[in-house]
């Protein structure tokens, strides 16, 4: 199997790596806890609801990750539809809350979902604005009893008509017997301004699973009216291996094979090591940081004369740092027989291959040409980590991503697949060997059940080996 080789000099980005509209966000990143709070924000009307609700659900496909949220999210627009017609027809509505609990560890993207839920909320009118007002205890506590209440009556106040967002809302309720005056104050004074806007105002309460089940406790009104629960859970190897790739995008780095090779295995060692304090997406970024600083001091010690703009582009593996994985010596890492998994997109054949492969653009022997992807690898083949950490986090999602004509190098516009030899010539000509070998491959597909994909692969069949087929003698 042999790739395009990437002749672009790191001038600028090909057109499909070229900076994209900001349509919404790709991933969720948390409030960075050392930023001001956002309590006194402007509230953001939008004038036309259709246009902020297609744009909500575009945010939310846009999201890497995060299956379980998707759906969540689009049942509740399914929910808010229904009851918008039956406003229609003069029907009661339901008298369900609409008020969230999001749990999840941090970066896991529930200060974005937050936000996208407001624009579904103003797009189905139930909210006067986009508005999302962030908080959390400091913003809502004061110095002394009374205080509070004043503190906490003016942040809810500026969040009327959109949706007050409190992160480690359980740090509002002290310990399990509710032992914190000043907490108790806060979320009596909030759940005061829930009854009485009930119509004006969202409260989502997000943070820790377990910690939230205690604060849902503590205060038999915030049971009955926090009653729309979503987890969100830890970002997968291959989540993160897409997020430290859209960083790199978005800054005007590539990664070489190499360095996606070091970075696969460092997200993997990371995930299987995680806890509840796992970052998640701003770990990613941390990663993605740390590279650069990496990659910064390797350049700066180059030569003047060899400082191009490839240089100043490129991530290799020694930028990729694996100080945040404990007991690991990346000195014992041998990578050199390492093999990574990988379906064809179209035809759904199986392959692997080396480090060289990696991200890069490769075609199948059906002709597809698609991006190799790096993040699953075959645990056996790797040298200098036990197995057992590879198999247990090892992904079942390595389908390529079906490559643009963009992608294609200008000088090398032919790549090859070392089953396939070169891409089939212009004129058309019949070839039983592969005609034969997408036929097994179809029955294979039908054995298993799937039939989309053997269809593909008996009509691949047929257009290959079947005298009729030739273009030239078609109708």
């Excluded at 969540?72 to 039956?86: A, D, G, N």
């Excluded at 997020?243 to 997200?267: G, N, V």
Aim: aromatic letters at 8%; a neutral charge; charged letters at 25%.
């Amino acid at each position: 199997m042999r790739t395009e080789k990437d002749r672009h000099e790191g001038v600028t980005a090909p057109a499909s790596q070229a900076p994209r509209p900001n349509v919404g966000p790709q991933f969720g990143i948390e409030k960075d806890p050392n930023s001001p709070p956002s309590a006194n924000s402007t509230p953001n009307v939008r004038d036309d609801p259709d246009a902020v609700l297609r744009e909500a659900l575009s945010d939310l496909e846009s999201l890497i990750g995060l299956a379980g949220v998707k759906d969540e999210v689009k049942r509740l627009m399914s929910f808010l539809k229904i009851q918008k017609e039956r406003r229609k027809f003069g029907l009661r509505q339901s008298d369900q809350t609409l008020h969230f609990v999001f749990t999840g560890n941090p970066g896991t993207g529930k200060t974005t979902v937050a936000r996208i839920v407001s624009k579904i909320l103003y797009g189905f009118g139930l909210l006067k604005t986009t508005n999302v007002v962030e908080c959390d205890r400091s913003d809502l506590v004061g110095g002394y009893l009374g205080q509070t209440a004043i503190k906490t009556d003016k942040v809810v106040t500026s969040a009327l008509d959109g949706v007050l967002f409190i992160d480690e809302a359980y740090s509002l309720s002290g310990d399990a017997l509710g032992h914190d005056m000043y907490g108790i104050e806060a979320i009596s004074t909030i759940l005061k301004r829930m009854e009485d806007h009930r119509d004006r105002l969202i409260v989502i309460a997000a943070g820790y699973p377990k910690p939230m089940e205690t604060f849902l406790r503590t205060n038999p009104g915030l049971e009955s009216r926090f009653t729309r629960f979503i987890r969100f859970q830890d970002y997968e190897v291959p989540d993160l291996a897409r997020i430290f790739e859209k960083f790199c995008a978005d800054a005007e780095y590539r990664m070489t094979p190499a360095c996606r090779a070091h970075a696969c295995m460092l997200f993997i060692l990371a995930y299987h090591q995680r806890d509840e304090r796992f970052g998640n997406a701003r770990f990613v970024r941390n990663v993605f940081e740390a590279a650069v600083s990496r990659q910064s001091q390797r350049v700066a010690a180059l030569p003047e004369n060899e400082i191009s703009r490839q240089s100043l582009v490129t991530l290799d593996a020694p930028d990729i740092s694996f100080d945040a994985i404990s007991g690991f010596d990346v000195r014992a890492l041998n990578l050199d027989a390492a093999e990574w998994n990988c379906e064809c997109p179209a035809c759904g054949k199986a392959s692997k291959g080396g480090v060289r492969f990696l991200g890069e653009r490769v075609f199948c022997t059906c002709g597809q040409a698609f991006i190799f992807p790096w993040w699953s690898i075959e645990p056996s083949t790797v040298a200098g980590i036990a197995p057992d950490v590879l198999t247990s986090q090892r992904s079942i999602d390595k389908r390529g991503v079906v490559a643009t004509p963009e992608q294609a190098s200008p000088t090398e516009p032919h790549a090859q697949t070392s089953d396939a030899g070169s891409r089939a010539p212009e004129e058309w000509k019949a070839d039983p060997v592969r005609g034969a070998a997408l036929l097994q491959e179809g029955m294979r597909f039908l054995r298993n059940g799937q039939l989309e994909l053997a269809i593909k692969s008996f009509g691949m069949a047929i257009s290959t080996d079947w005298p009729n087929s030739d273009p030239a003698k078609q109708p």
